[in-house]
């Protein structure tokens, strides 16, 4: 519920709303505009009782109902785009934000590689993942702390920002003395522990679509994020699971314009799960940035045949620095910076 | 890689051969089966040298797993598992039946439900304290609360208690209080959650995640199983998919192939699955006819009333009809089955 007080409300009545309002159980955010102030009412449950007790106090001007379930990552409550920044970056104006880097940090050498090359070719971001959500038990977990150090030295080096994924609450405040934003993965879009935890801290999250998930609860999970005080939220579609077999994944493109017609938050693409093959990444990676996401996460590998990890799904350097070539002009296209 | 011993093995032998193991770094799991022991071998990243096992004394051959999931495989293990947990048994040959409210609502609420489905037949009770809710202002739960009614309704019933645990935080608690733990389909890749869960002492109802292949679901079992915790049992509860005249799509078949391929019980959700009333019963009809060991099923004294699902839970009335009606399908399928094999054509 977004209720607006008039012009010339008293201090006074604005905080006898909101201490009614809090009275009810719900929590209050004040936005104070130039003239306007504007009181957003969280969580709420039963909208016709908190209606019926705010509407006639002195210096309410209206109320809006926010319909959707998801209230303060709907655009309704946020009208502006949310501009999350990262060292001086911007995610989510006009410029195009790239993530790329290797699937999983391997090694030190490898990873610094990996690192040089992809800032040679315009990347403002470095992935990999240190903590890798694995579906066996026994396949490779990642290098833990040591991957994070190695991302540490790539950051120191080249300058560039770093995500990286992290899977358990428990794991939250280590990544979080290394990473410049966290990555929530696809599998765990539903682990509410680890959505609140990471909701509890002050640098950006990159939540990923669970690969059955709807917009809606999509949404939903950038919700328990947003609730819990962390504005700086970063949605990334990655591919749902279908039907299809061609591809590891389908991407689901219309994703983009839904998301950003429904929400504020920045949304980005992942071709390279989305595809889960190096040859299609090109043509998702523009399909993408024409479609109006605001930046791309890439999977970029010197030896991908050699890779721990979703090798099959990595471009090679020189692919990978060609594609940005030809995403610049398609930002250009569109009147956007890459 | 599983070692069979010989049906004589002595116990200083397997031990020989499980130190031989853990020597080699690697993990062994002794697995005993009705007719002789067999020794899983998990923790390797290259082929296993098996000439250091093959000429060991009590061991009759070494056979190579090739799926992925090790432990949880039928290659491994040959005879059905059978989880007991009170009074309740999984895969021993009968319908076992789990019921209860989705959500613990209040002491009366519960116990009122908890008495009329034993006295229906049920053989566990369920009940969510810890709800994982898809937006973060949906009723989450009575938590501590809800684990303390349904403990004083094990007291009353004799039935023993399944509950979910949503997060490595609340586990703990969620342990100390019921007999088995759920681990939600939400859950089903929480591979902290999954670790967690397989060093407790307790048995572990695994659901199906919303998109899962049956794979996953095995590798998530083999999560839980590679810490040490063997007693699992899987739960199929509708899978997502372009239908939308129920909640989710229950997959018959993966209660067939999962009995093919693992050792393990399982059981169907069709409260879950349909998440409509009017098809909880043709679909439990179906499981138990396609060979699943049970049922967990939602049952409220007021559906309309209900605080989540209310929806999908049957009426008391209805869990009644439900019981007989899987009563005789059990009992005609051990008839059937018994006939098969006096005919010897099973």
New interface residues.
């Given amino acids: 519920m977004i209720i607006t007080m008039s012009v010339n409300a008293e201090r006074k009545d604005i905080q006898n709303v909101k201490s009614k309002i809090e009275q009810l159980g719900y929590a209050t955010k004040l936005f104070q505009g130039e003239k306007k102030t504007v009181i957003h009412v969280i969580?709420?449950?039963e909208r016709e009782k908190l209606i019926k007790a705010v509407e006639s106090m002195p210096g309410v001007e209206n109320l809006v109902p926010i319909l959707r379930?998801?209230?303060m990552a709907s655009r309704e409550f946020h009208p502006e785009n949310t501009v999350i920044s990262v060292n001086g970056k911007k995610i989510g104006n006009e410029d195009i934000i790239v993530i790329a880097g290797p699937c999983a940090v391997e090694s030190e050498e490898n990873y610094l590689e990996i690192s040089d090359l992809v800032k040679s070719a315009g990347a403002k971001f470095l992935r990999g993942g240190a903590f890798k959500?694995?579906?066996?038990?026994?396949s490779f977990q990642g290098l833990g702390e040591k991957g994070l150090e190695i991302m540490a030295r790539a950051r120191e080096r080249t300058g560039l920002s770093i995500v990286t994924e992290v899977?358990?609450?428990?794991d939250v405040p280590l990544v979080y003395k290394y990473a410049d934003v966290f990555q929530i993965g696809a599998?765990?879009m539903?682990?509410?522990?680890?959505l609140?935890t990471v909701g509890r801290f002050d640098k950006p999250v990159m939540l990923k679509r669970?690969?059955?998930a709807t917009i809606e609860?999509w949404l939903?999970s950038a919700?328990?994020i947003l609730?819990e005080g962390n504005p700086n939220v970063l949605l990334c579609e990655r591919g749902i699971?279908t039907y299809e077999r061609y591809t590891r994944n389908t991407l689901d493109i219309s994703a983009v314009p839904v998301v950003d017609d429904l929400s504020h938050l920045p949304v980005i693409v992942d071709p390279s799960h989305a595809s889960g093959d190096s040859k299609y990444v090109r043509s998702l990676a523009k399909a993408a940035i024409a479609a109006g996401a605001d930046g791309l996460m890439i999977e970029v590998h010197t030896d991908p045949s050699r890779a721990l990890s979703d090798g099959k799904q990595s471009l090679q350097p020189d692919a990978f620095m060609t594609l940005m070539d030809e995403l610049r002009r398609v930002a250009q296209a569109i009147g956007r910076r890459l | 890689m599983l070692v069979v011993m010989h049906k004589n093995a002595r116990p200083e032998e397997i031990d020989r051969v499980c130190n031989r193991i853990k020597e080699m770094g690697l993990t062994a799991h002794p697995i005993p089966g009705a007719q002789r022991v067999a020794i899983g071998i998990t923790g390797n990243k290259e082929m296993i040298d098996t000439n250091r096992l093959a000429g060991m004394s009590g061991v009759l051959d070494i056979i190579h797993v090739t799926q992925p999931f090790k432990l949880t495989n039928r290659e491994m293990k040959a005879e059905n598992t059978i989880v007991t947990i009170g009074k309740a048994d999984f895969g021993a040959g009968g319908t076992t039946v789990i019921a209860g409210p989705c959500a613990v609502e209040n002491e009366e609420q519960y116990m009122s439900v908890a008495l009329s489905v034993k006295k229906s037949g049920a053989a566990m009770l369920r009940g969510g304290a810890y709800k994982p809710r898809t937006s973060p202002y949906a009723f989450q739960g009575l938590g501590e609360k809800g684990l303390q009614i349904m403990a004083r309704a094990r007291e009353q019933t004799g039935l023993a208690i399944v509950s979910e645990a949503v997060d490595t935080d609340t586990f703990d608690i969620v342990e100390e209080y019921v007999d088995m733990i759920q681990i939600g389909a939400r859950n089903m890749q929480n591979y902290s959650l999954l670790r967690r869960a397989g060093r407790s002492p307790k048995p572990v109802l695994l659901k199906r995640g919303i998109s899962s292949t049956i794979k996953e679901f095995l590798l998530a079992a083999e999560y839980i199983m590679s810490e040490g915790n063997y007693r699992i049992v899987l739960c199929e509860r509708g899978i997502r998919t372009f239908s939308d005249y129920t909640r989710f799509t229950l997959d018959i078949s993966s209660i067939p192939e999962l009995k093919k391929l693992t050792h393990l019980p399982v059981i169907s959700d069709p409260s879950h699955a349909s998440g409509r009333r009017d098809m909880v019963i043709p679909l439990s009809r179906a499981s138990i006819a396609a060979g699943a060991d049970g049922l967990i099923v939602e049952v409220h004294t007021d559906p309309e009333q209900a605080l989540s699902d209310g929806a999908q839970s049957l009426t008391v009335p209805m869990f009644d009809i439900m019981m007989q009606e899987i009563g005789i399908i059990t009992q005609t399928i051990k008839e059937y089955n018994g006939k098969m094999h006096e005919g010897g054509n099973a």
């Avoid at chain 1, 959500?133 to 026994?138: A, D, E, I, L, N």
């Avoid at chain 1, 539903?190 to 680890?194: D, E, H, S, V």
């Fill in positions: 969580g709420v449950t379930p998801f209230k959500p694995r579906s066996s038990p026994y899977v358990s609450e428990v599998r765990n539903q682990n509410f522990q680890l609140k669970g690969m059955s609860e939903m919700e328990y609730a699971r």
